[in-house]
């Protein structure tokens, strides 16, 4: 989850339908939003697909559960052309 007014994140930890738990993640910079989550890098944690809407970059943030440990800027997406994920 993410908070527009705040940039604060939420991983909210599911079971079928129902939360069993959550935490705030990172707090995202400003001009970046949150587009999607997976475990971009196979290690089992939650994972951030980031999108500046104003560059046009995107990014990956890496974390540990929680916890920011690293990313890696993504391909600029080019005019007229959008990043929307599931």
Not at 65 to 86: C, E, K, M, R, S
Request: aromatic content about 16%; charged content about 5%.
């Amino acid at each position: 989850m993410f908070n527009v007014n705040t940039r604060q994140t939420v991983i909210a930890y599911l079971s079928g339908v129902m939360v069993i738990g959550a935490a705030f993640g990172p707090t995202l910079p400003g001009g970046w939003q949150l587009v999607a989550t997976g475990d971009f890098n196979g290690d089992t944690f939650p994972d951030y697909l980031l999108y500046n809407a104003a560059s046009r970059q995107t990014a990956i943030w890496y974390l540990n559960d929680n916890v920011y440990v690293g990313g890696a800027y993504g391909p600029t997406i080019p005019n007229g052309w959008t990043l929307t994920g599931p």
